[in-house]
């Protein structure tokens, strides 16, 4: 469930941001939602008009589609120091959000009014900057996960998927063998199997819902 922030650690979050302005700082303090999400809380989900732009200060989104039958497309990881872009987009053309975004683990977001967010865009130059970057961001790692769906096969795409963890949560992963299949859009069988030959080659130890990277370059 989430809830609101207290206060008094508003200013250690906004340290993530220190790219902006102070004059900005200031304002994101008094006027921005501070707030906290327990793992697996929802951040956005499909359908609901967003009214705010989502900065992370804390913790892991992960930001996905679902098809009508509840199955994932992971599009990528929100990380602390962030903005979800996709979240800006749809706050600026006054749009139903496509996408669901959940706390991975305990989480801390920022959400600033709509209003506030376009009006910064011409007030301050960090704002500004700091919004192109994101949606940059975004899209070159939007275009990297086609590629891994669209060229590549299913070892690859693991590969892929499993670098891409490591990189925002180190190399222990807390992730079953369910977990991946659904977000591969594969079968538990077909995941386990591959990832007992990553194992083989020395690439990860499994563990009970967790992997250990020990090497996976070279693969």
């Known amino acids: 469930m989430s809830k609101h922030m207290n206060s008094a650690n ?12 102070q004059p900005l700082l200031d304002e994101i303090m008094t006027q921005s939602t501070f707030r906290q999400l327990e793992e697996g809380d929802e951040a956005l989900r499909t359908g609901q008009y967003i009214k705010s732009t989502v900065l992370l200060s804390k913790g892991l989104l992960k930001i ?6 509840g199955k994932e497309f992971l599009m990528y990881y929100l990380e602390p120091g962030n903005a979800c872009a996709l979240s800006m987009m749809c706050t600026a ?22 209003h506030l967010s376009e009006s910064w865009l011409a007030k301050y130059k960090s704002w500004h900057n700091f919004v192109i970057a994101s949606y940059r961001q975004r ?29 925002v949560s180190g190399n222990l992963l807390k992730l079953s063998h369910q977990q991946i299949a ?15 030959k990553l194992e083989q080659a020395g690439a990860v130890k499994l563990h009970r819902n967790s992997i250990e990277v020990l090497n996976l370059e070279g693969v």
């Open 182 to 196: 659904d977000e591969l859009s594969s079968s538990r069988e077909v995941i386990s199997r591959l990832l007992k």
């Open 93 to 114: 053309r006054d749009e139903k959000s496509q996408i669901m975004a959940m706390a991975v683990e305990a989480s801390e977001i920022i959400l600033i009014p709509s």
């Open 64 to 69: 996905y589609r679902e098809d009508e039958e």
């Open 10 to 21: 508003k200013s250690e979050l906004l340290q993530k941001f220190s790219q902006l302005e």
């Open 139 to 167: 899209f070159e790692e939007l275009l990297l996960t086609l590629d891994s769906v669209v060229f590549r096969g299913l070892d690859e795409r693991l590969l892929f998927y499993l670098k891409r963890h490591v990189k």
